[in-house]
Antibody, heavy 118, light 110 residues
Framework: QVQLVQSGAEVKKPGASVKVSCKAS????????MHWVRQAPGQGLEWMGR????????NYAQKFQGRVTMTRDTSISTAYMELSRLRSDDTVVYYC???????????WGQGTLVTVSS | QSVLTQPPSASGTPGQRVTISCSGS????????VYWYQQLPGTAPKLLIY???QRPSGVPDRFSGSKSGTSASLGISGLRSEDEVDYYC???????????FGGGTKLTVL
C-alpha cells in the first residue's frame, strides 16, 4: 500500500532554514511527481511546488521562488523540501502529496508542523 | 486571498442535499479539471472528486462534482454527521503555472 511518511515537527528561529523529508513506499518512487502543499493553522491549502523524482526537475510557485528547494534521493525513495529565510508566517503544516496518474493528489503525507519563533 | 473562491461555510440537516461552490477564472477552472478534497480536523486532505466529476474508489456516491464555465460545485446528498468537515477545491492555473486552491468550506450538519 502506498505510504508517505514525513519527518517530525521542527522549531526554527527566524532567518533559519528547515528541511522536511517525505519517505515514499508501496510504489515506484520515480514514477510519480511529488508535490508540497502547506497549510497555516485554521487556513486553506497553498501549493508550493513539485519535483519529478525521476529527473529531479522542479517547478516552484512564484511566491516561493528563491526560497524553496525541492530535492530527492531515489536510493531511499525520499523527497525533500527545504525552505530558507524562515519568517513567522512560515509557521504552518507542510504536506507532501503524490500526483497520481490523473493529476490528482492521491496520497498525502501526515504533515509536518514547522514553528518559526525567536 | 485564495485564487479560487469558496463560501467559508455551508450547512444542512441530516438527509438533506447541500452544494458547495468554487469560482475561478478562465486560466484555472475554465480550462482545466477541478478536484475536490475533504479534510478532517488534524489530518491530511483526502481526494474526494477528480477530473470534475469522478469519484475514487471508496468514495460514496453521495458525493458528486460538476463544472460549468469558470465555476464548479461539490454536491453532497443524504447528509450525515460525519460529513461535517472541511472541503477544498483545486485546479491547475495556466497563468500561474501552478496549482491553486479554494479557501475551504466548513460544512456544518445541523
Amino acid at each position: 500500500q502506498v505510504q508517505l511518511v514525513q519527518s517530525g515537527a521542527e522549531v526554527k528561529k527566524p532567518g533559519a532554514s528547515v528541511k522536511v523529508s517525505c519517505k515514499a513506499s508501496g510504489y515506484t518512487f520515480t514514477g510519480f511527481y511529488m508535490h508540497w502543499v502547506r497549510q497555516a493553522p485554521g487556513q486553506g491549502l497553498e501549493w508550493m511546488g513539485r519535483i519529478n523524482p525521476d529527473s529531479g526537475g522542479t517547478n516552484y510557485a512564484q511566491k516561493f521562488q528563491g526560497r524553496v528547494t525541492m530535492t530527492r534521493d531515489t536510493s531511499i525513495s525520499t523527497a525533500y523540501m527545504e525552505l530558507s529565510r524562515l519568517r513567522s508566517d512560515d509557521t504552518v503544516v507542510y504536506y507532501c502529496a503524490r500526483e497520481g496518474e490523473l493529476t490528482e493528489f492521491d496520497y498525502w503525507g501526515q504533515g509536518t508542523l514547522v514553528t518559526v519563533s525567536s | 486571498q485564495s485564487v479560487l473562491t469558496q463560501p467559508p461555510s455551508a450547512s444542512g440537516t441530516p438527509g438533506q442535499r447541500v452544494t458547495i461552490s468554487c469560482s475561478g477564472s478562465s486560466s484555472n477552472i475554465g480550462s482545466n479539471y477541478v478536484y475536490w478534497y475533504q479534510q478532517l480536523p488534524g489530518t491530511a486532505p483526502k481526494l474526494l472528486i477528480y477530473r470534475n466529476n469522478q469519484r475514487p474508489s471508496g468514495v460514496p456516491d453521495r458525493f458528486s462534482g460538476s463544472k460549468s464555465g469558470t465555476s464548479a460545485s461539490l454536491g453532497i446528498s443524504g447528509l450525515r454527521s460525519e460529513d461535517e468537515v472541511d472541503y477544498y477545491c483545486a485546479a491547475w492555473d495556466d497563468s500561474l503555472s501552478g496549482w491553486v486552491f479554494g479557501g475551504g468550506t466548513k460544512l456544518t450538519v445541523l
